[in-house]
């Protein structure tokens, strides 16, 4: 069967199309650059932020009834849920755009990443989930969750908490990593050099521009981010966000924090092997409404 899942995230919204006859992998996608966190001032999101969602979400469902989906499901996550009036803003879309959206719970969407992870079949593994508006850790240990945890430390909430320029300089950078072991506080791994499988936006817009930066796949250790990061750091600010725009243009004002945030996190939990991997909590997500999970009780 085809499914269809509609991520409506913090920095962007996006439509995945799996093939759950093929271990669920993506045969099409589209996304929008919605940046609904940009329109949340005082813990509201505005009628322009919630126009905005309604127009790129109600895109992305024609995308993915053209697509032939046999279902299609949808999730909010940090941007959203954290909203006073997250209620208003889920009954609008619901509504407008005819889905039934689940707003995730820090905790609920950990579980996802989480459960998407399990998909590559590992059973020993810390997995780290960066996003626009949060972070997800989880650790497993021989096959079985020990722990799911989630920070509002995404890389766009940093950026706007901090009132950052579009790439951190040294003392942006400090803040940064201030900001982020301030949230994570003495949190740490069941044991060192446990191998993190990395996802989420800026994981991937990590792989994109690595090449182009010089920087070798197998270069996966857990310095791997801030090696990206002095690197980008290095260029001019004309080079850099040329660059950055080029490949990565999604994430082109951000990317400079989720490096930062990404090395702040591995270098606390001591991880080994970096993995990538395009697997998450869009997938996990699937598999448990196909088990016909009730989001609403996770919290």
């Not at 609904?36 to 322009?48: K, P, Q, V, W």
């Not at 499901?73 to 803003?89: K, L, P, Q, V």
């Not at 989880?138 to 995404?154: Q, V």
């Not at 924090?257 to 699937?286: C, N, P």
Request: net charge negative; charged share 25%.
């Amino acid at each position: 069967m085809k499914y269809g899942v509609i991520d409506i995230g913090s920095n962007t919204t996006k439509a995945f199309v799996y093939d759950s006859e093929d271990n669920y992998r993506v045969t099409d996608s589209l996304h929008r650059p919605t940046k609904l966190i940009n329109y949340i001032s005082g813990g509201i999101m505005n009628e322009d932020g919630i126009n905005a969602a309604i127009k790129d979400i109600g895109e992305l469902k024609e995308f993915l009834i053209g697509e032939k989906c046999d279902e299609i499901f949808s999730y909010a996550t940090s941007a959203t849920r954290d909203c006073i009036n997250c209620g208003e803003i889920i009954e609008k879309i619901n509504t407008s755009c005819g889905l039934s959206v689940d707003v995730l719970s820090g905790k609920a969407e950990a579980l996802c990443d989480a459960k998407g992870a399990t998909l590559l079949g590992m059973k020993d593994f810390l997995c780290i989930d960066l996003g626009g508006g949060s972070a997800q850790v989880c650790e497993y240990r021989g096959g079985e969750l020990l722990t799911a945890l989630s920070w509002p430390i995404g890389a766009l909430r940093t950026k706007k908490v901090l009132g950052g320029t579009d790439f951190p300089d040294e003392e942006l950078e400090m803040k940064t990593v201030a900001l982020i072991k301030g949230y994570i506080g003495d949190v740490r791994a069941s044991e060192d050099d446990l191998p993190a499988i990395i996802m989420g936006g800026a994981s991937q817009s990590c792989k994109k521009i690595m090449g182009h930066l010089g920087v070798l796949m197998n270069q996966t250790n857990k310095e791997i981010f801030y090696f990206i990061y002095k690197r980008l750091q290095a260029k001019s600010s004309e080079d850099r966000m040329n660059l950055l725009r080029t490949y990565v243009p999604l994430r082109a004002e951000i990317l400079g924090y989720a490096l930062l945030i990404l090395h702040t996190i591995m270098d606390q939990l001591k991880v080994g092997k970096v993995i990538f991997t395009e697997k998450g909590s869009r997938e996990g997500y699937l598999l448990y409404k196909l088990e016909d999970t009730d989001f609403s009780e996770i919290v």
